[in-house]
C-alpha cells in the first residue's frame, strides 16, 4: 500500500495485489478535519457523500470519462476506484507542453452531458427540486466562497502574496470598488443559481490524461450551481498556463502557445455545439418541451442563444475569480509555482493574469466569443 500525499482534503492510497496479479486500485477516504491541517481544522465527511453522489450521476451520463468505481460507502466515508496508473495529471502535462489531442473534444463532451442531464432541460422540476436537495454540500461551498469569493478580494492573514508582486496590482484588485463589486455579484450567482450539478472544483489538477484517455475525478466540491462556474475553472487553469509558457522566446514554445488558445477555443464551442444538440434531442423526445408546444423554432432557437451567452459571461467571470485567487489566495498552483526561484518573473506573469482576469470579470458581457478573449491574453504578453 503507498499512500498519496498531493491531495489537501482527504487520505488517498494506492493499494496492490502483489500475489500473482500485480493489481492495483485507488482507495479514498475523507476524515471528520481537513487532512493537510489536521484535527484542529474540523470538516464533516459530507463531502465523500457528496463525491459519492456526484460519481455515480456522472457515471450514469459520462461513463466514459469517469473510473470505474468499485466499492463506495457513504457510512465509512470512503470510495475504492480504478487505480488510473497509466494516466497523468493534466497540470503536469500541460506544465512540461505536452499536446494532449483529444483534451478539448474529451472535456467538452464531460461538460455538455453532465451540465445538460441535470438542468432543467432534461429533468423535469420534481427531479430538479430533488437533485438540489439530495447534492447539499455545505462545507465545501462554504470553503469555496471564502476562499475563491472572498479571502482574496481583501486583506486577509490566509492569502499569501509573492513578495515581487506589485502593491499596486495587488491594490487594483483589492481596493478598487468595481473590481471587488463584479466580484460580489459572482459570490451572489454561485451561491444562488441552481442551474446544474457541478463538479465543482474543475481545474487541471482534477483531471488525468494520456494520449488516448481523460478521465475527471475528485468531484468532493459538487454541488447544483451555475454552469459556467465548472467551465470557468478549466478556462482559468488553462490560461494561467498560458502564461506560463508565454514568457519563453522559441518557436517550441509559440507553437505551444497557439495550441493551448485553440485548446480553450475548441473547448468552448465544442461544448455549445454538443449541449445545443442535446437540448434538440431531448426536446423532440419528449410530449412537453421546456418553452411549451406552443412555442417553437425562432422562440427556441433566441432562447437557446441568448441562455449559452449568459453562460459564456458566467464562465469569464468565473475564471476571472479563480485566476486571481490562484494568485492572491492561499492555494497556489505548480504553473506559476515552478518559478518560485525568480519571484521577478513569477511577478511578471502574475501581473499578466491579473491584468486579464479584472478585464474579463468587469467586462464580461462584452465579450461574445472565446477568439476576444484569447485575442486579450496575445495582447497581454505582447507589451
Known amino acids: ?29 475523507a476524515p471528520p478535519y481537513i487532512k493537510v491541517m489536521g484535527e484542529q481544522w474540523p470538516l464533516t465527511r459530507q463531502r465523500m457523500t457528496a463525491e459519492i453522489n456526484a460519481l455515480n450521476y456522472q457515471s450514469s451520463v459520462c461513463p466514459e470519462m469517469l473510473p470505474e468505481v468499485y466499492y463506495q460507502s457513504e457510512a465509512l466515508s470512503v470510495v475504492i476506484m480504478q487505480n488510473l496508473s497509466q494516466h497523468a495529471i493534466l497540470r503536469t502535462e500541460l506544465i512540461q507542453a ?59 492573514e490566509m492569502n ?19 473590481v471587488r463589486a463584479h466580484v460580489a455579484q459572482m459570490k451572489y450567482m454561485f451561491m444562488n443559481k441552481p442551474e446544474a450539478l457541478l463538479h465543482g472544483d474543475l481545474h487541471t489538477g482534477s483531471v488525468m490524461v494520456n494520449g488516448l484517455e481523460t478521465f475527471v475525478i475528485d468531484p468532493e466540491f459538487s454541488f447544483v450551481g451555475p454552469m459556467g462556474f465548472d467551465i470557468g475553472a478549466l478556462i482559468a487553469n ?23 488558445l485553440q485548446t480553450i ?19 423532440l423526445s419528449i410530449q412537453s418541451p421546456f418553452m ?17 451567452q449568459q453562460v459564456l459571461s458566467d464562465s469569464l467571470g468565473f475564471a476571472a475569480c479563480k485566476m486571481i485567487r490562484r494568485i492572491l489566495g492561499v492555494a497556489k498552483v505548480a504553473d506559476f509555482m515552478q518559478f518560485k526561484k525568480d519571484q521577478k518573473l ?38
Open 1 to 29: 500500500m503507498q499512500e498519496i500525499n498531493d491531495g489537501n482534503m482527504n487520505f488517498a492510497f494506492v493499494v496492490t495485489n502483489k500475489q500473482g496479479s500485480n493489481q492495483s486500485v485507488f482507495v479514498k477516504q
Open 98 to 156: 505536452r499536446y494532449l489531442p483529444r483534451l478539448a473534444e474529451d472535456l467538452s463532451t464531460f461538460l455538455a452531458e453532465t451540465l445538460f442531464y441535470s438542468s432543467s432541460f432534461a429533468l423535469s422540476s420534481l427531479n430538479k427540486k430533488a437533485m438540489i436537495s439530495k447534492s447539499n454540500n455545505q462545507d465545501m461551498c462554504k470553503i469555496t466562497e471564502d476562499f475563491v469569493f472572498t479571502y482574496p478580494f481583501e486583506h486577509h
Open 160 to 178: 499569501d502574496y509573492n513578495p515581487a508582486l506589485s502593491q499596486t496590482v495587488i491594490d487594483s484588485i483589492q481596493k478598487n470598488p468595481n
Open 238 to 260: 488553462l490560461y494561467i498556463n498560458y502564461f506560463s509558457h508565454a514568457h519563453k522566446r522559441s518557436v517550441e514554445a509559440a507553437n505551444y502557445c497557439q495550441w493551448l
Open 265 to 283: 477555443d475548441d473547448l468552448w464551442y465544442k461544448f455549445e455545439a454538443k449541449f445545443l444538440s442535446l437540448w434538440a434531442e431531448h426536446e
Open 292 to 308: 411549451g408546444k406552443d412555442l417553437t423554432g425562432g422562440t427556441h432557437q433566441t432562447f437557446r442563444q441568448a441562455f449559452l
Open 346 to 383: 513569477r511577478a511578471k506573469l502574475e501581473t499578466q493574469t491579473l491584468n486579464m482576469a479584472i478585464e474579463i470579470l468587469v467586462n464580461r458581457h462584452a465579450y461574445t466569443s472565446i477568439a476576444d478573449v484569447n485575442k486579450l491574453a496575445e495582447d497581454l504578453v505582447a507589451v
